[in-house]
């Protein structure tokens, strides 16, 4: 059993539409992180969250953290061709734990 | 500021030989480098944490004779994959942390590596 389950798996959209990738546990946790990594380079670090209830916007993303601070969505709005890429969520503080990950295609 | 690079990004070895990836902090001072391990189309799983001058920590099942590291200095770990076989064939990232910066990571473009 997977710590950090995200949803959907692999996601594949038109350009201009939105969506929603979530990112689900049964453990509670301080905090928790959203990276995206592209093809053949490491993850880069999108946001972080610490409060139950905490929404971050970046751009067209925006992060929430759950307010029981087990689970955390996603938003894209008008997704864009450059948003491909693998999402992952993360959590820990010494080592990171992350999710299954969700694969993001934006059709142009 | 905090740029990890990787060293080589992509390798190819016969089976039964070892290889070297290195891990360099190129603008801050890493006091841990972790070592991650990616399959096609999944996610990271965390192979082992070093510390500057210690010897690192491997997660169950990852095996420590195969997958040597070293933490020799404030800006380098490498990773030493013995005895290659093809199942070794991943792609293999790093990270970097400053015990300044608080608890986020950096982390490198990654290593293909390749067994034949």
């Known amino acids: 059993t997977q710590l950090l389950e995200q949803s959907p798996q692999f996601l594949s959209i038109q350009e201009g539409e939105n969506l929603t990738v979530y990112c689900n546990s049964s453990?509670?946790?301080?905090?928790l992180q959203w990276y995206r990594q592209e093809p053949g380079e490491g993850p880069v670090l999108l946001v972080t969250?610490?409060?139950?209830?905490e929404v971050k916007k970046l751009k067209r993303l925006t992060f929430q953290f759950g307010d029981a601070r087990k689970d955390s969505s996603l938003h894209i709005t008008a997704a864009q061709p450059g948003d491909t890429g693998l999402y992952l969520c993360?959590?820990?503080?010494?080592?990171?734990?992350f999710g299954t990950g969700t694969r993001l295609t934006i059709i142009p | 500021g905090a740029v990890v690079s990787q060293h080589p990004s992509r390798v190819i070895c016969k089976s039964g030989t070892s290889v070297k990836i290195e891990c360099r902090s190129l603008?801050?001072?890493?006091?841990?480098m972790f070592w991650y391990r990616q399959f096609p189309k999944k996610s990271l799983m965390l192979m082992a944490t070093s510390n500057e001058g210690s010897k690192a920590t491997y997660e169950q099942g990852v095996e420590k004779d195969k997958f040597l590291i070293n933490h020799a200095s404030l800006t380098l770990s490498t990773l030493t994959v013995t005895s290659a076989h093809p199942e070794d064939s991943s792609f293999y990232i790093c990270s970097a942390r400053s015990g300044f910066k608080g608890y986020e990571q950096y982390f490198g473009p990654g290593t293909r590596l390749t067994v034949t």
């Open positions: 603008d801050f001072q890493a006091t841990t």
């Open positions: 993360a959590v820990g503080n010494e080592k990171l734990t």
């Open positions: 453990s509670v946790f301080s905090s």
């Open positions: 969250v610490v409060t139950g209830g």
